[in-house]
């Protein structure tokens, strides 16, 4: 049995991947592939409102926002967010958390200014900052609601007095957060809701059509939700994909009771970590993600070796990322939590082997 860690694209549930791979020969008995038929189909107009209406139920999102799925990934999220909200001549307030926090601002500073409120670029970003004052004449604040390379997670989501955007890539849909409390959400999909080549974004109606600049109109908010996302071809494949793992998702009770199972795995794996004389984690405790677990071992010269251990066992895409060097687990919605046992296992197995 393969262990699937992969930070992504990343692991999406068995049956999704059966239901997918049906719907490329025969979709909804029409006799045609999802592959062939034309994004105009009611069948696949059925497919947007399905999906769109299951982002609302699952994070509760209140009337007067905008469900959007769009191309481009979150990297393109990073520009269309301030061509839309930042208005010329305004600034624009960044929390540095990460390195995809950081790429988030690096574009916005090609449309206005950008304030930095604070940074732990400074410790490798093994931690959320806090503490800091966040503008009140900003145009939005941006945040990264969990930081995939690092393995940090913002938890106290902060109260800001200008509109919060935050980028939700990694962790959207495997925690109860307040749709309200936000401005704009965005997701590239290929981290916990469907294939790569859709990105969700759920904007409030009021902050867009607002920036006064002249934008092409693929990169306009306004014009792709007065289109329902249909301006042009959208990712037709991936948007069905992501509609079948939302619908697993709420046949498994939703968000509340995939929370519960997610605190559950991180737990575990976190207790194995700090428990284990051979492995410690990199980040400060309280930040700790539950998505994305970061750890090294006591003796980096064990850490070739107990990669080609765990590799022949079955455990797949646990490299660190290069930032951060030692491994990387990540263990979105679909990781099952014995595939978590197994990695466990595995560490203990090498410890008293190697300890
Ligand atoms: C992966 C990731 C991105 C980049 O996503 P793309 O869809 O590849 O552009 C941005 N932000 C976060 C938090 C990520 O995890």
Redesign the pocket.
Known sequence: MKCNFG??PCILPQEVFKQASEAVLNFNDTGLSILEISHRAPEFEAVVDESISLVKELLNVPDGYSILFLQ?????QFSMVPMNLLAEGQTAAYLDS?S?AS?AAKEAKLFGNVHIVASSKEANYSYVPKGYEIPADAAYFHV?S????FGTELFDIPSSPVPLVS?M??DIFSRQINVADFGLIYA?A??NMGP?GV?LVIVKDELIGKSGRKLPSMLDYKIQADNKSLYNTPPVFAIYASMLNLRWLKSKGGVAQIEKENIAKATALYAEIDRNPLFKGTCAVEDRSRMNVCFVMESPELEKPFLKFATERGMVGIKGHRSVGGFRASIYNALPITAIHALIETMQEFAEQNG
């Not at 481009?72 to 393109?76: P, Y």
């Open positions: 930070a992504g481009g990934g979150a990297s393109l990460g995809w790429k990264t969990n930081n995939t390379i980028d890539s990694s590239g290929q981290k790569a990105t």
